[in-house]
């Protein structure tokens, strides 16, 4: 039991453990688990060529997606930024009825709607910089307002109908 327990126990203190004690940041403990997780492969004798061939696959995959939005959301806001739609979005946004309270209302109803649809990048990568502005004409501070977004945008993780947390927990639970 021992033999089999040490191994994960030194991976989880070679990441939580160093960044707990200050010696790593979360990025560095991140690479330190990279490097431990490939030891520990590699010692079981379950890191072949094709298993790193397939992880390198996947994780292009996965980068090239992320990068595919992040330039989308790029070509959006400067396009919406060259026709001045943020002028627009900002008056919209700050004369609605109820001030401060109205503003903060809305905008967490339109996210939660949109969580529907929309993942928390996108959310992220082109929501938010049309609603900060509108936040910061308003007064709000941005800290929490990005806060309150964040706590409001992670619940697109957890309703349906494209709630990932609950395809992850099916996918464990069966």
């Known amino acids: 039991v021992v033999i089999v327990l040490i191994p994960p126990l030194a991976l989880i203190f070679l990441v939580l453990g160093t960044i707990f004690l200050g010696i790593a940041t979360p990025t560095e403990g991140g690479a330190m688990g990279s490097v431990g997780a490939l030891i520990m492969a590699a010692a079981k004798g379950r890191l072949t060529l094709d298993v790193v061939k397939q992880a390198l696959a996947s994780t292009t995959r996965l980068s090239s997606f992320v990068l595919f939005i992040l330039i989308g959301a790029r070509v959006f806001s400067l396009t919406f930024y060259g026709v001045n739609g943020h002028i627009w979005v900002e008056h919209l946004l700050t004369s609605l009825p109820g001030g401060e309270t109205g ?72």
């Open 103 to 174: 503003f903060l209302i809305g905008v967490n109803i339109l996210v939660f709607v949109l969580a529907f649809f929309l993942d928390f990048f996108e959310l992220a990568f082109i929501i938010v910089p049309l609603l900060a502005p509108a936040a910061d004409k308003l007064g709000i501070d941005l800290i929490w307002f990005g806060v309150l977004l964040g706590v409001n945008m992670q619940t697109s993780f957890m309703h349906p109908p494209f709630g990932f947390a609950l395809f992850y927990l099916r996918s464990v639970a069966a």
